[in-house]
């Protein structure tokens, strides 16, 4: 290891990934952060992946044949307790994840109207922060070398790998080793101590010193020309965050499918959900290529500028594990002044992982995290949660003053503002506002 490498290896804690969470209709669920963490949340990701998306998507025809792998089932033993145990640690097919090995192509998702779309040559230089803990090690190596490999290095500041003390031994000097193959642009970053998805993010934003950091999950595997529309779009407005269509990723096969366009939202339980855009929103002159407003994010992969992120207070570092961030930084988006949109030409894959037991410390973080979102963001509509989760309305949740002064201090907009200009479809099922209803009659 050269000296170069060895400053910018930092010791830290950490981890990370996507943030999606929903309850089904039947039980309640939770998500996954990473392989323990994360696997609810992708489970409920993949349900939905493989209903609401797979039907759009075989209308949208914009699949295309995954380049030959030899993924073939030949030689896996799915019966096999080694690989239902591997499949269960990380939450994906590790044989064949092990098979792709550390580079591979996917195949081009966009839509043909995005290939005509030209950025200019000068754009804002960009931080990609990738915070992990115990991913199967190929699934990361997959994810850096298609950032490094698909990103012109111009725009490419650095990779920024917070690591959430990860426990297995391909994680240490084998890891060490292979991202020096890689050189020059990328900081791991260790952490001392467990400190959840949310708290690395942060450590990872601490470190970064391009102009807009963009934050993507540990497993992902970014499509062509999937950064230019991002750091074009925020260097248009620095208000503007903005997400990439994520594609779908199998678990199982570890296929890459193109997904649909489908815009972020929420129910009262702050359960993440993706809904699907009306038809005319695609009808115009950009077509399929039109960004989509969005109420809310997925929170595992987006981009925004570092300088806003900052002054819009990063993210609340009280909150644990993962769950509920990416619900609370929507609404401080939109309620505070910026905007939200997805952009459908640029693609991120991302793996659905499969479910993960219950695990007592992430449904404890959650409901603490999605409290602190409830008590400082949801004024007089706190009472729609309460209602569906009537054990949490004395549950602790921790000091927020520090958020309520934030939102103080940014001159936030009311939750009934967020209502009814950007998120009119999540029907107000208590109706406190009577005046409101009595402008109707
Ligand atoms: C795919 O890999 C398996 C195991 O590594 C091997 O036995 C098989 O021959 C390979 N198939 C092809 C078509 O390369
Ligand atoms: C591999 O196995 C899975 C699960 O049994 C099955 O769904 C899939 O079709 C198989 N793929 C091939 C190429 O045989
Ligand atoms: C909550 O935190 C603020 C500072 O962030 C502090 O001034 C206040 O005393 C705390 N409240 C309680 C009850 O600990
Ligand atoms: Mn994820």
Redesign the pocket.
């Known amino acids: 290891m050269n000296s170069t490498m060895k400053n910018i290896i930092a010791q830290c804690v950490v981890c990370g990934s996507l943030a999606i969470g929903l309850w089904t209709a039947l039980l309640i669920a939770y998500f996954h952060y990473d392989q323990e963490n994360e696997q609810l949340r992708k489970t409920q990701e993949f349900i939905r992946a493989n209903s609401v998306r797979k039907n759009v998507h075989q209308q949208n025809h914009v699949s295309k044949k995954t380049p030959k792998q030899n993924t073939s089932n030949d030689t896996i033993d799915f019966s096999a307790p080694e690989f239902y145990k591997e499949f269960k640690q990380y939450g994906l097919n590790a044989v064949i994840s092990r098979r792709l090995g550390i580079r591979r192509e996917v195949p081009e998702s966009r839509d043909k109207i995005c290939h005509q779309k030209h950025y200019p040559a000068y754009l804002p230089t960009a931080s990609i922060i990738i915070c992990f803990y115990n991913e199967e090690f190929n699934t990361l190596l997959r994810t850096v070398s298609s950032v490094m490999t698909l990103t012109p290095h111009r725009f490419l500041e650095e990779i920024i790998l917070v690591d959430d003390m990860s426990e297995i031994d391909d994680l240490k000097e084998k890891l060490d080793y292979q991202l020096e193959l890689f050189r020059g642009k990328i900081k791991l970053v260790r952490n001392k101590k467990r400190e959840g998805l949310i708290r690395s993010r942060m450590i990872g934003a601490s470190r970064a010193s391009g102009d807009i950091l963009v934050f993507l999950d540990s497993h992902c595997e970014v499509n062509t020309v999937w950064l230019e529309p991002l750091l074009h779009a925020i260097a248009k407005d620095h208000k503007m965050v903005v997400c990439p269509v994520i594609d779908v990723i199998d678990d199982k096969t570890l296929d890459y499918r193109a997904a649909p366009i489908v815009r972020g939202a929420f129910d009262w339980n702050l359960n993440f959900r993706w809904d699907n855009v009306f038809s005319y929103e695609l009808d115009g002159p950009e077509g399929p290529s039109k960004p989509i407003r969005s109420p809310a994010m997925a929170g595992g992969i987006f981009a925004i500028d570092r300088h806003y992120f900052n002054e819009l207070g990063q993210y609340d570092k009280d909150m644990n594990l993962w769950g509920g961030e990416n619900v609370e930084l929507s609404l401080r988006i939109w309620m505070c002044g910026g905007q939200l949109f997805i952009l459908p030409c640029s693609r991120v894959g991302h793996i659905s992982k499969a479910q993960n037991l219950n695990k007592p410390a992430l449904e404890k973080a959650l409901s603490w995290n999605l409290l602190r979102v409830v008590h400082v963001w949801l004024d007089e509509y706190k009472d729609n949660f309460f209602f569906q989760r009537p054990s949490l309305k004395y549950a602790s949740y921790g ?4 958020r309520v ?1 934030l939102r103080k201090r940014l001159g936030c907009k009311s939750f009934q503002w967020y209502l009814d200009n950007i998120f009119p479809e999540l029907e107000p099922f208590i109706h406190t506002d009577k005046k409101k209803r009595n402008n109707f009659l």
Do not use: A, D, L, V
Not at 399 to 402: K, L, R, T
């Open positions: 000091n927020i003053s520090e002064q």
